[in-house]
């Protein structure tokens, strides 16, 4: 076969499967279609297939296929994490800057401390956690903040699915996460800070203010049909210059829809686009991000890593809002519901603990403990959220 059939045939692979799994297993309550594509990307990959069927596995994921769909897969995951950065509110943030200020500092300060203080832990037990470019703090920090983290986009899909989205609670967790994500791209520019190349990162940032003031200008006098195809040139831009600073593409990717305003686009067209980038091309990143997960530290001591994480993010998530509700004055069991909602993790948390692979922060198997915990903490909101929200209703 040549290399376009063995691209289409993995290109089947990765969209029939996870499909035929979630409708014939009717998953969507404890495992929406993205989760299932998380899933099944991790046993096609090397560390599942590939050590079944080491031979298919070489011939259908060749070299050559490898490159195209990382190809793909890059984009995708630049467009996913613009649009993250477009939902931002942080207008609305600013106006109950006091309850969202609070709420999203001991929602993410929880998991941090009890995250650090895991991977701290995991260097403690054994060797061949932390990447060979990083320093202690540096893989430390980088664990920590995994387990502190809220994937925004993954949370308006099960707020939309748990029929919330558009509701008071529904605003109200969004309005905390949009501050958390915000703080999770600030560290991850501390974490992969480069001193030899500050220059240039300090000349990107510069750089990146004086623009995005001349691009906000532009797009205030364009239609929206011209918005979307400037505000995806700049993307590029954005992304190719924090990339060329040692800052990380997905870095540069944030920041471009960060700056932008939500109602420069009508809603419904946001939200299509979300959809559509999610079914056309986001299962190509799932399917990378599976090929990047190893076992050769043995399967047992990853997932005692795994369950580790789990616990730390889903414990000091639930503690730090439990904190916050109290400070504040919710109402009862409010603070139950939101810390569930907010320890949701997935595609962001992937997407960060790519980069910190990418970055030598981590190795391949804390990648895949960290992979496992983030599928673990996704599948279990919906179960646990959705008998609460009846009882209100």
């Not at 070299?63 to 994490?81: E, R, T």
């Not at 809603?267 to 399917?287: A, G, K, Q, S, Y």
């Amino acid at each position: 076969m040549n290399t376009t059939e063995m691209f289409l045939i993995a290109m089947a692979i990765i969209l029939a499967v996870p499909y035929l799994i979630w409708r014939v297993g009717r998953t969507d309550y404890w495992a929406p279609l993205v989760v299932v594509q998380i899933v099944v990307g991790i046993v096609l990959g090397p560390g599942v297939l590939g050590k079944i069927f080491p031979d298919y596995y070489a011939t259908v994921f060749a070299p050559p296929v490898i490159g195209a769909l990382n190809g793909i897969a890059w984009w995708a995951v630049m467009v996913f994490v613009w649009l993250a950065g477009l939902e931002l509110d942080l207008h609305e943030v600013w106006r109950r800057r006091r309850e969202c200020g609070t709420t999203a500092a001991l929602a993410l300060a929880g998991p941090l401390i009890v995250g650090c203080a895991a991977a701290v832990g995991m260097l403690a037990w054994r060797g061949g956690w932390m990447g060979e470019a990083a320093e202690p703090w540096q893989f430390v920090l980088g664990v920590g903040m995994s387990c502190a983290v809220t994937a925004l986009p993954i949370l308006i899909l099960l707020l939309e699915k748990l029929d919330v989205l558009r509701e008071p609670l529904g605003m109200r967790v969004l309005r905390y996460a949009s501050l958390d994500d915000v703080a999770i791209w600030g560290v991850l520019a501390i974490i992969l800070l480069d001193w030899k190349r500050v220059g240039h990162q300090a000349a990107f940032l510069a750089g990146f203010a004086v623009a995005a003031w001349l691009f906000r200008r532009l797009m205030r006098r364009l239609k929206e049909t011209d918005r979307w195809y400037v505000g995806l040139i700049w993307l590029a831009v954005c992304a190719y210059g924090a990339d060329w600073s040692g800052l990380h593409y997905m870095v540069g990717a944030f920041l471009a829809g960060a700056i932008m305003d939500r109602d420069w686009f009508a809603l419904e067209h946001v939200d299509t686009l979300r959809h559509n980038v999610l079914l056309v091309v986001m299962p190509v990143f799932f399917l990378s991000t599976g090929l990047r997960t190893n076992w050769s530290m043995g399967g047992t001591a990853v997932f005692i890593a795994a369950g580790v994480l789990l616990v730390a993010s889903v414990g000091g998530k639930l503690a730090g809002v439990g904190l916050a509700g109290k400070l504040l004055g919710w109402r009862r069991g409010d603070a139950w519901t939101i810390g569930w909602l907010l320890q949701t993790k997935a595609l962001i948390m992937i997407i960060f603990v790519n980069i910190l692979l990418d970055r030598q922060v981590i190795t391949s198997e804390t990648f895949t403990a960290l992979l496992l915990m983030a599928v673990a903490s996704t599948m279990l909101t919906v179960p646990i959220v959705a008998p609460r929200l009846k009882q209100l209703v």
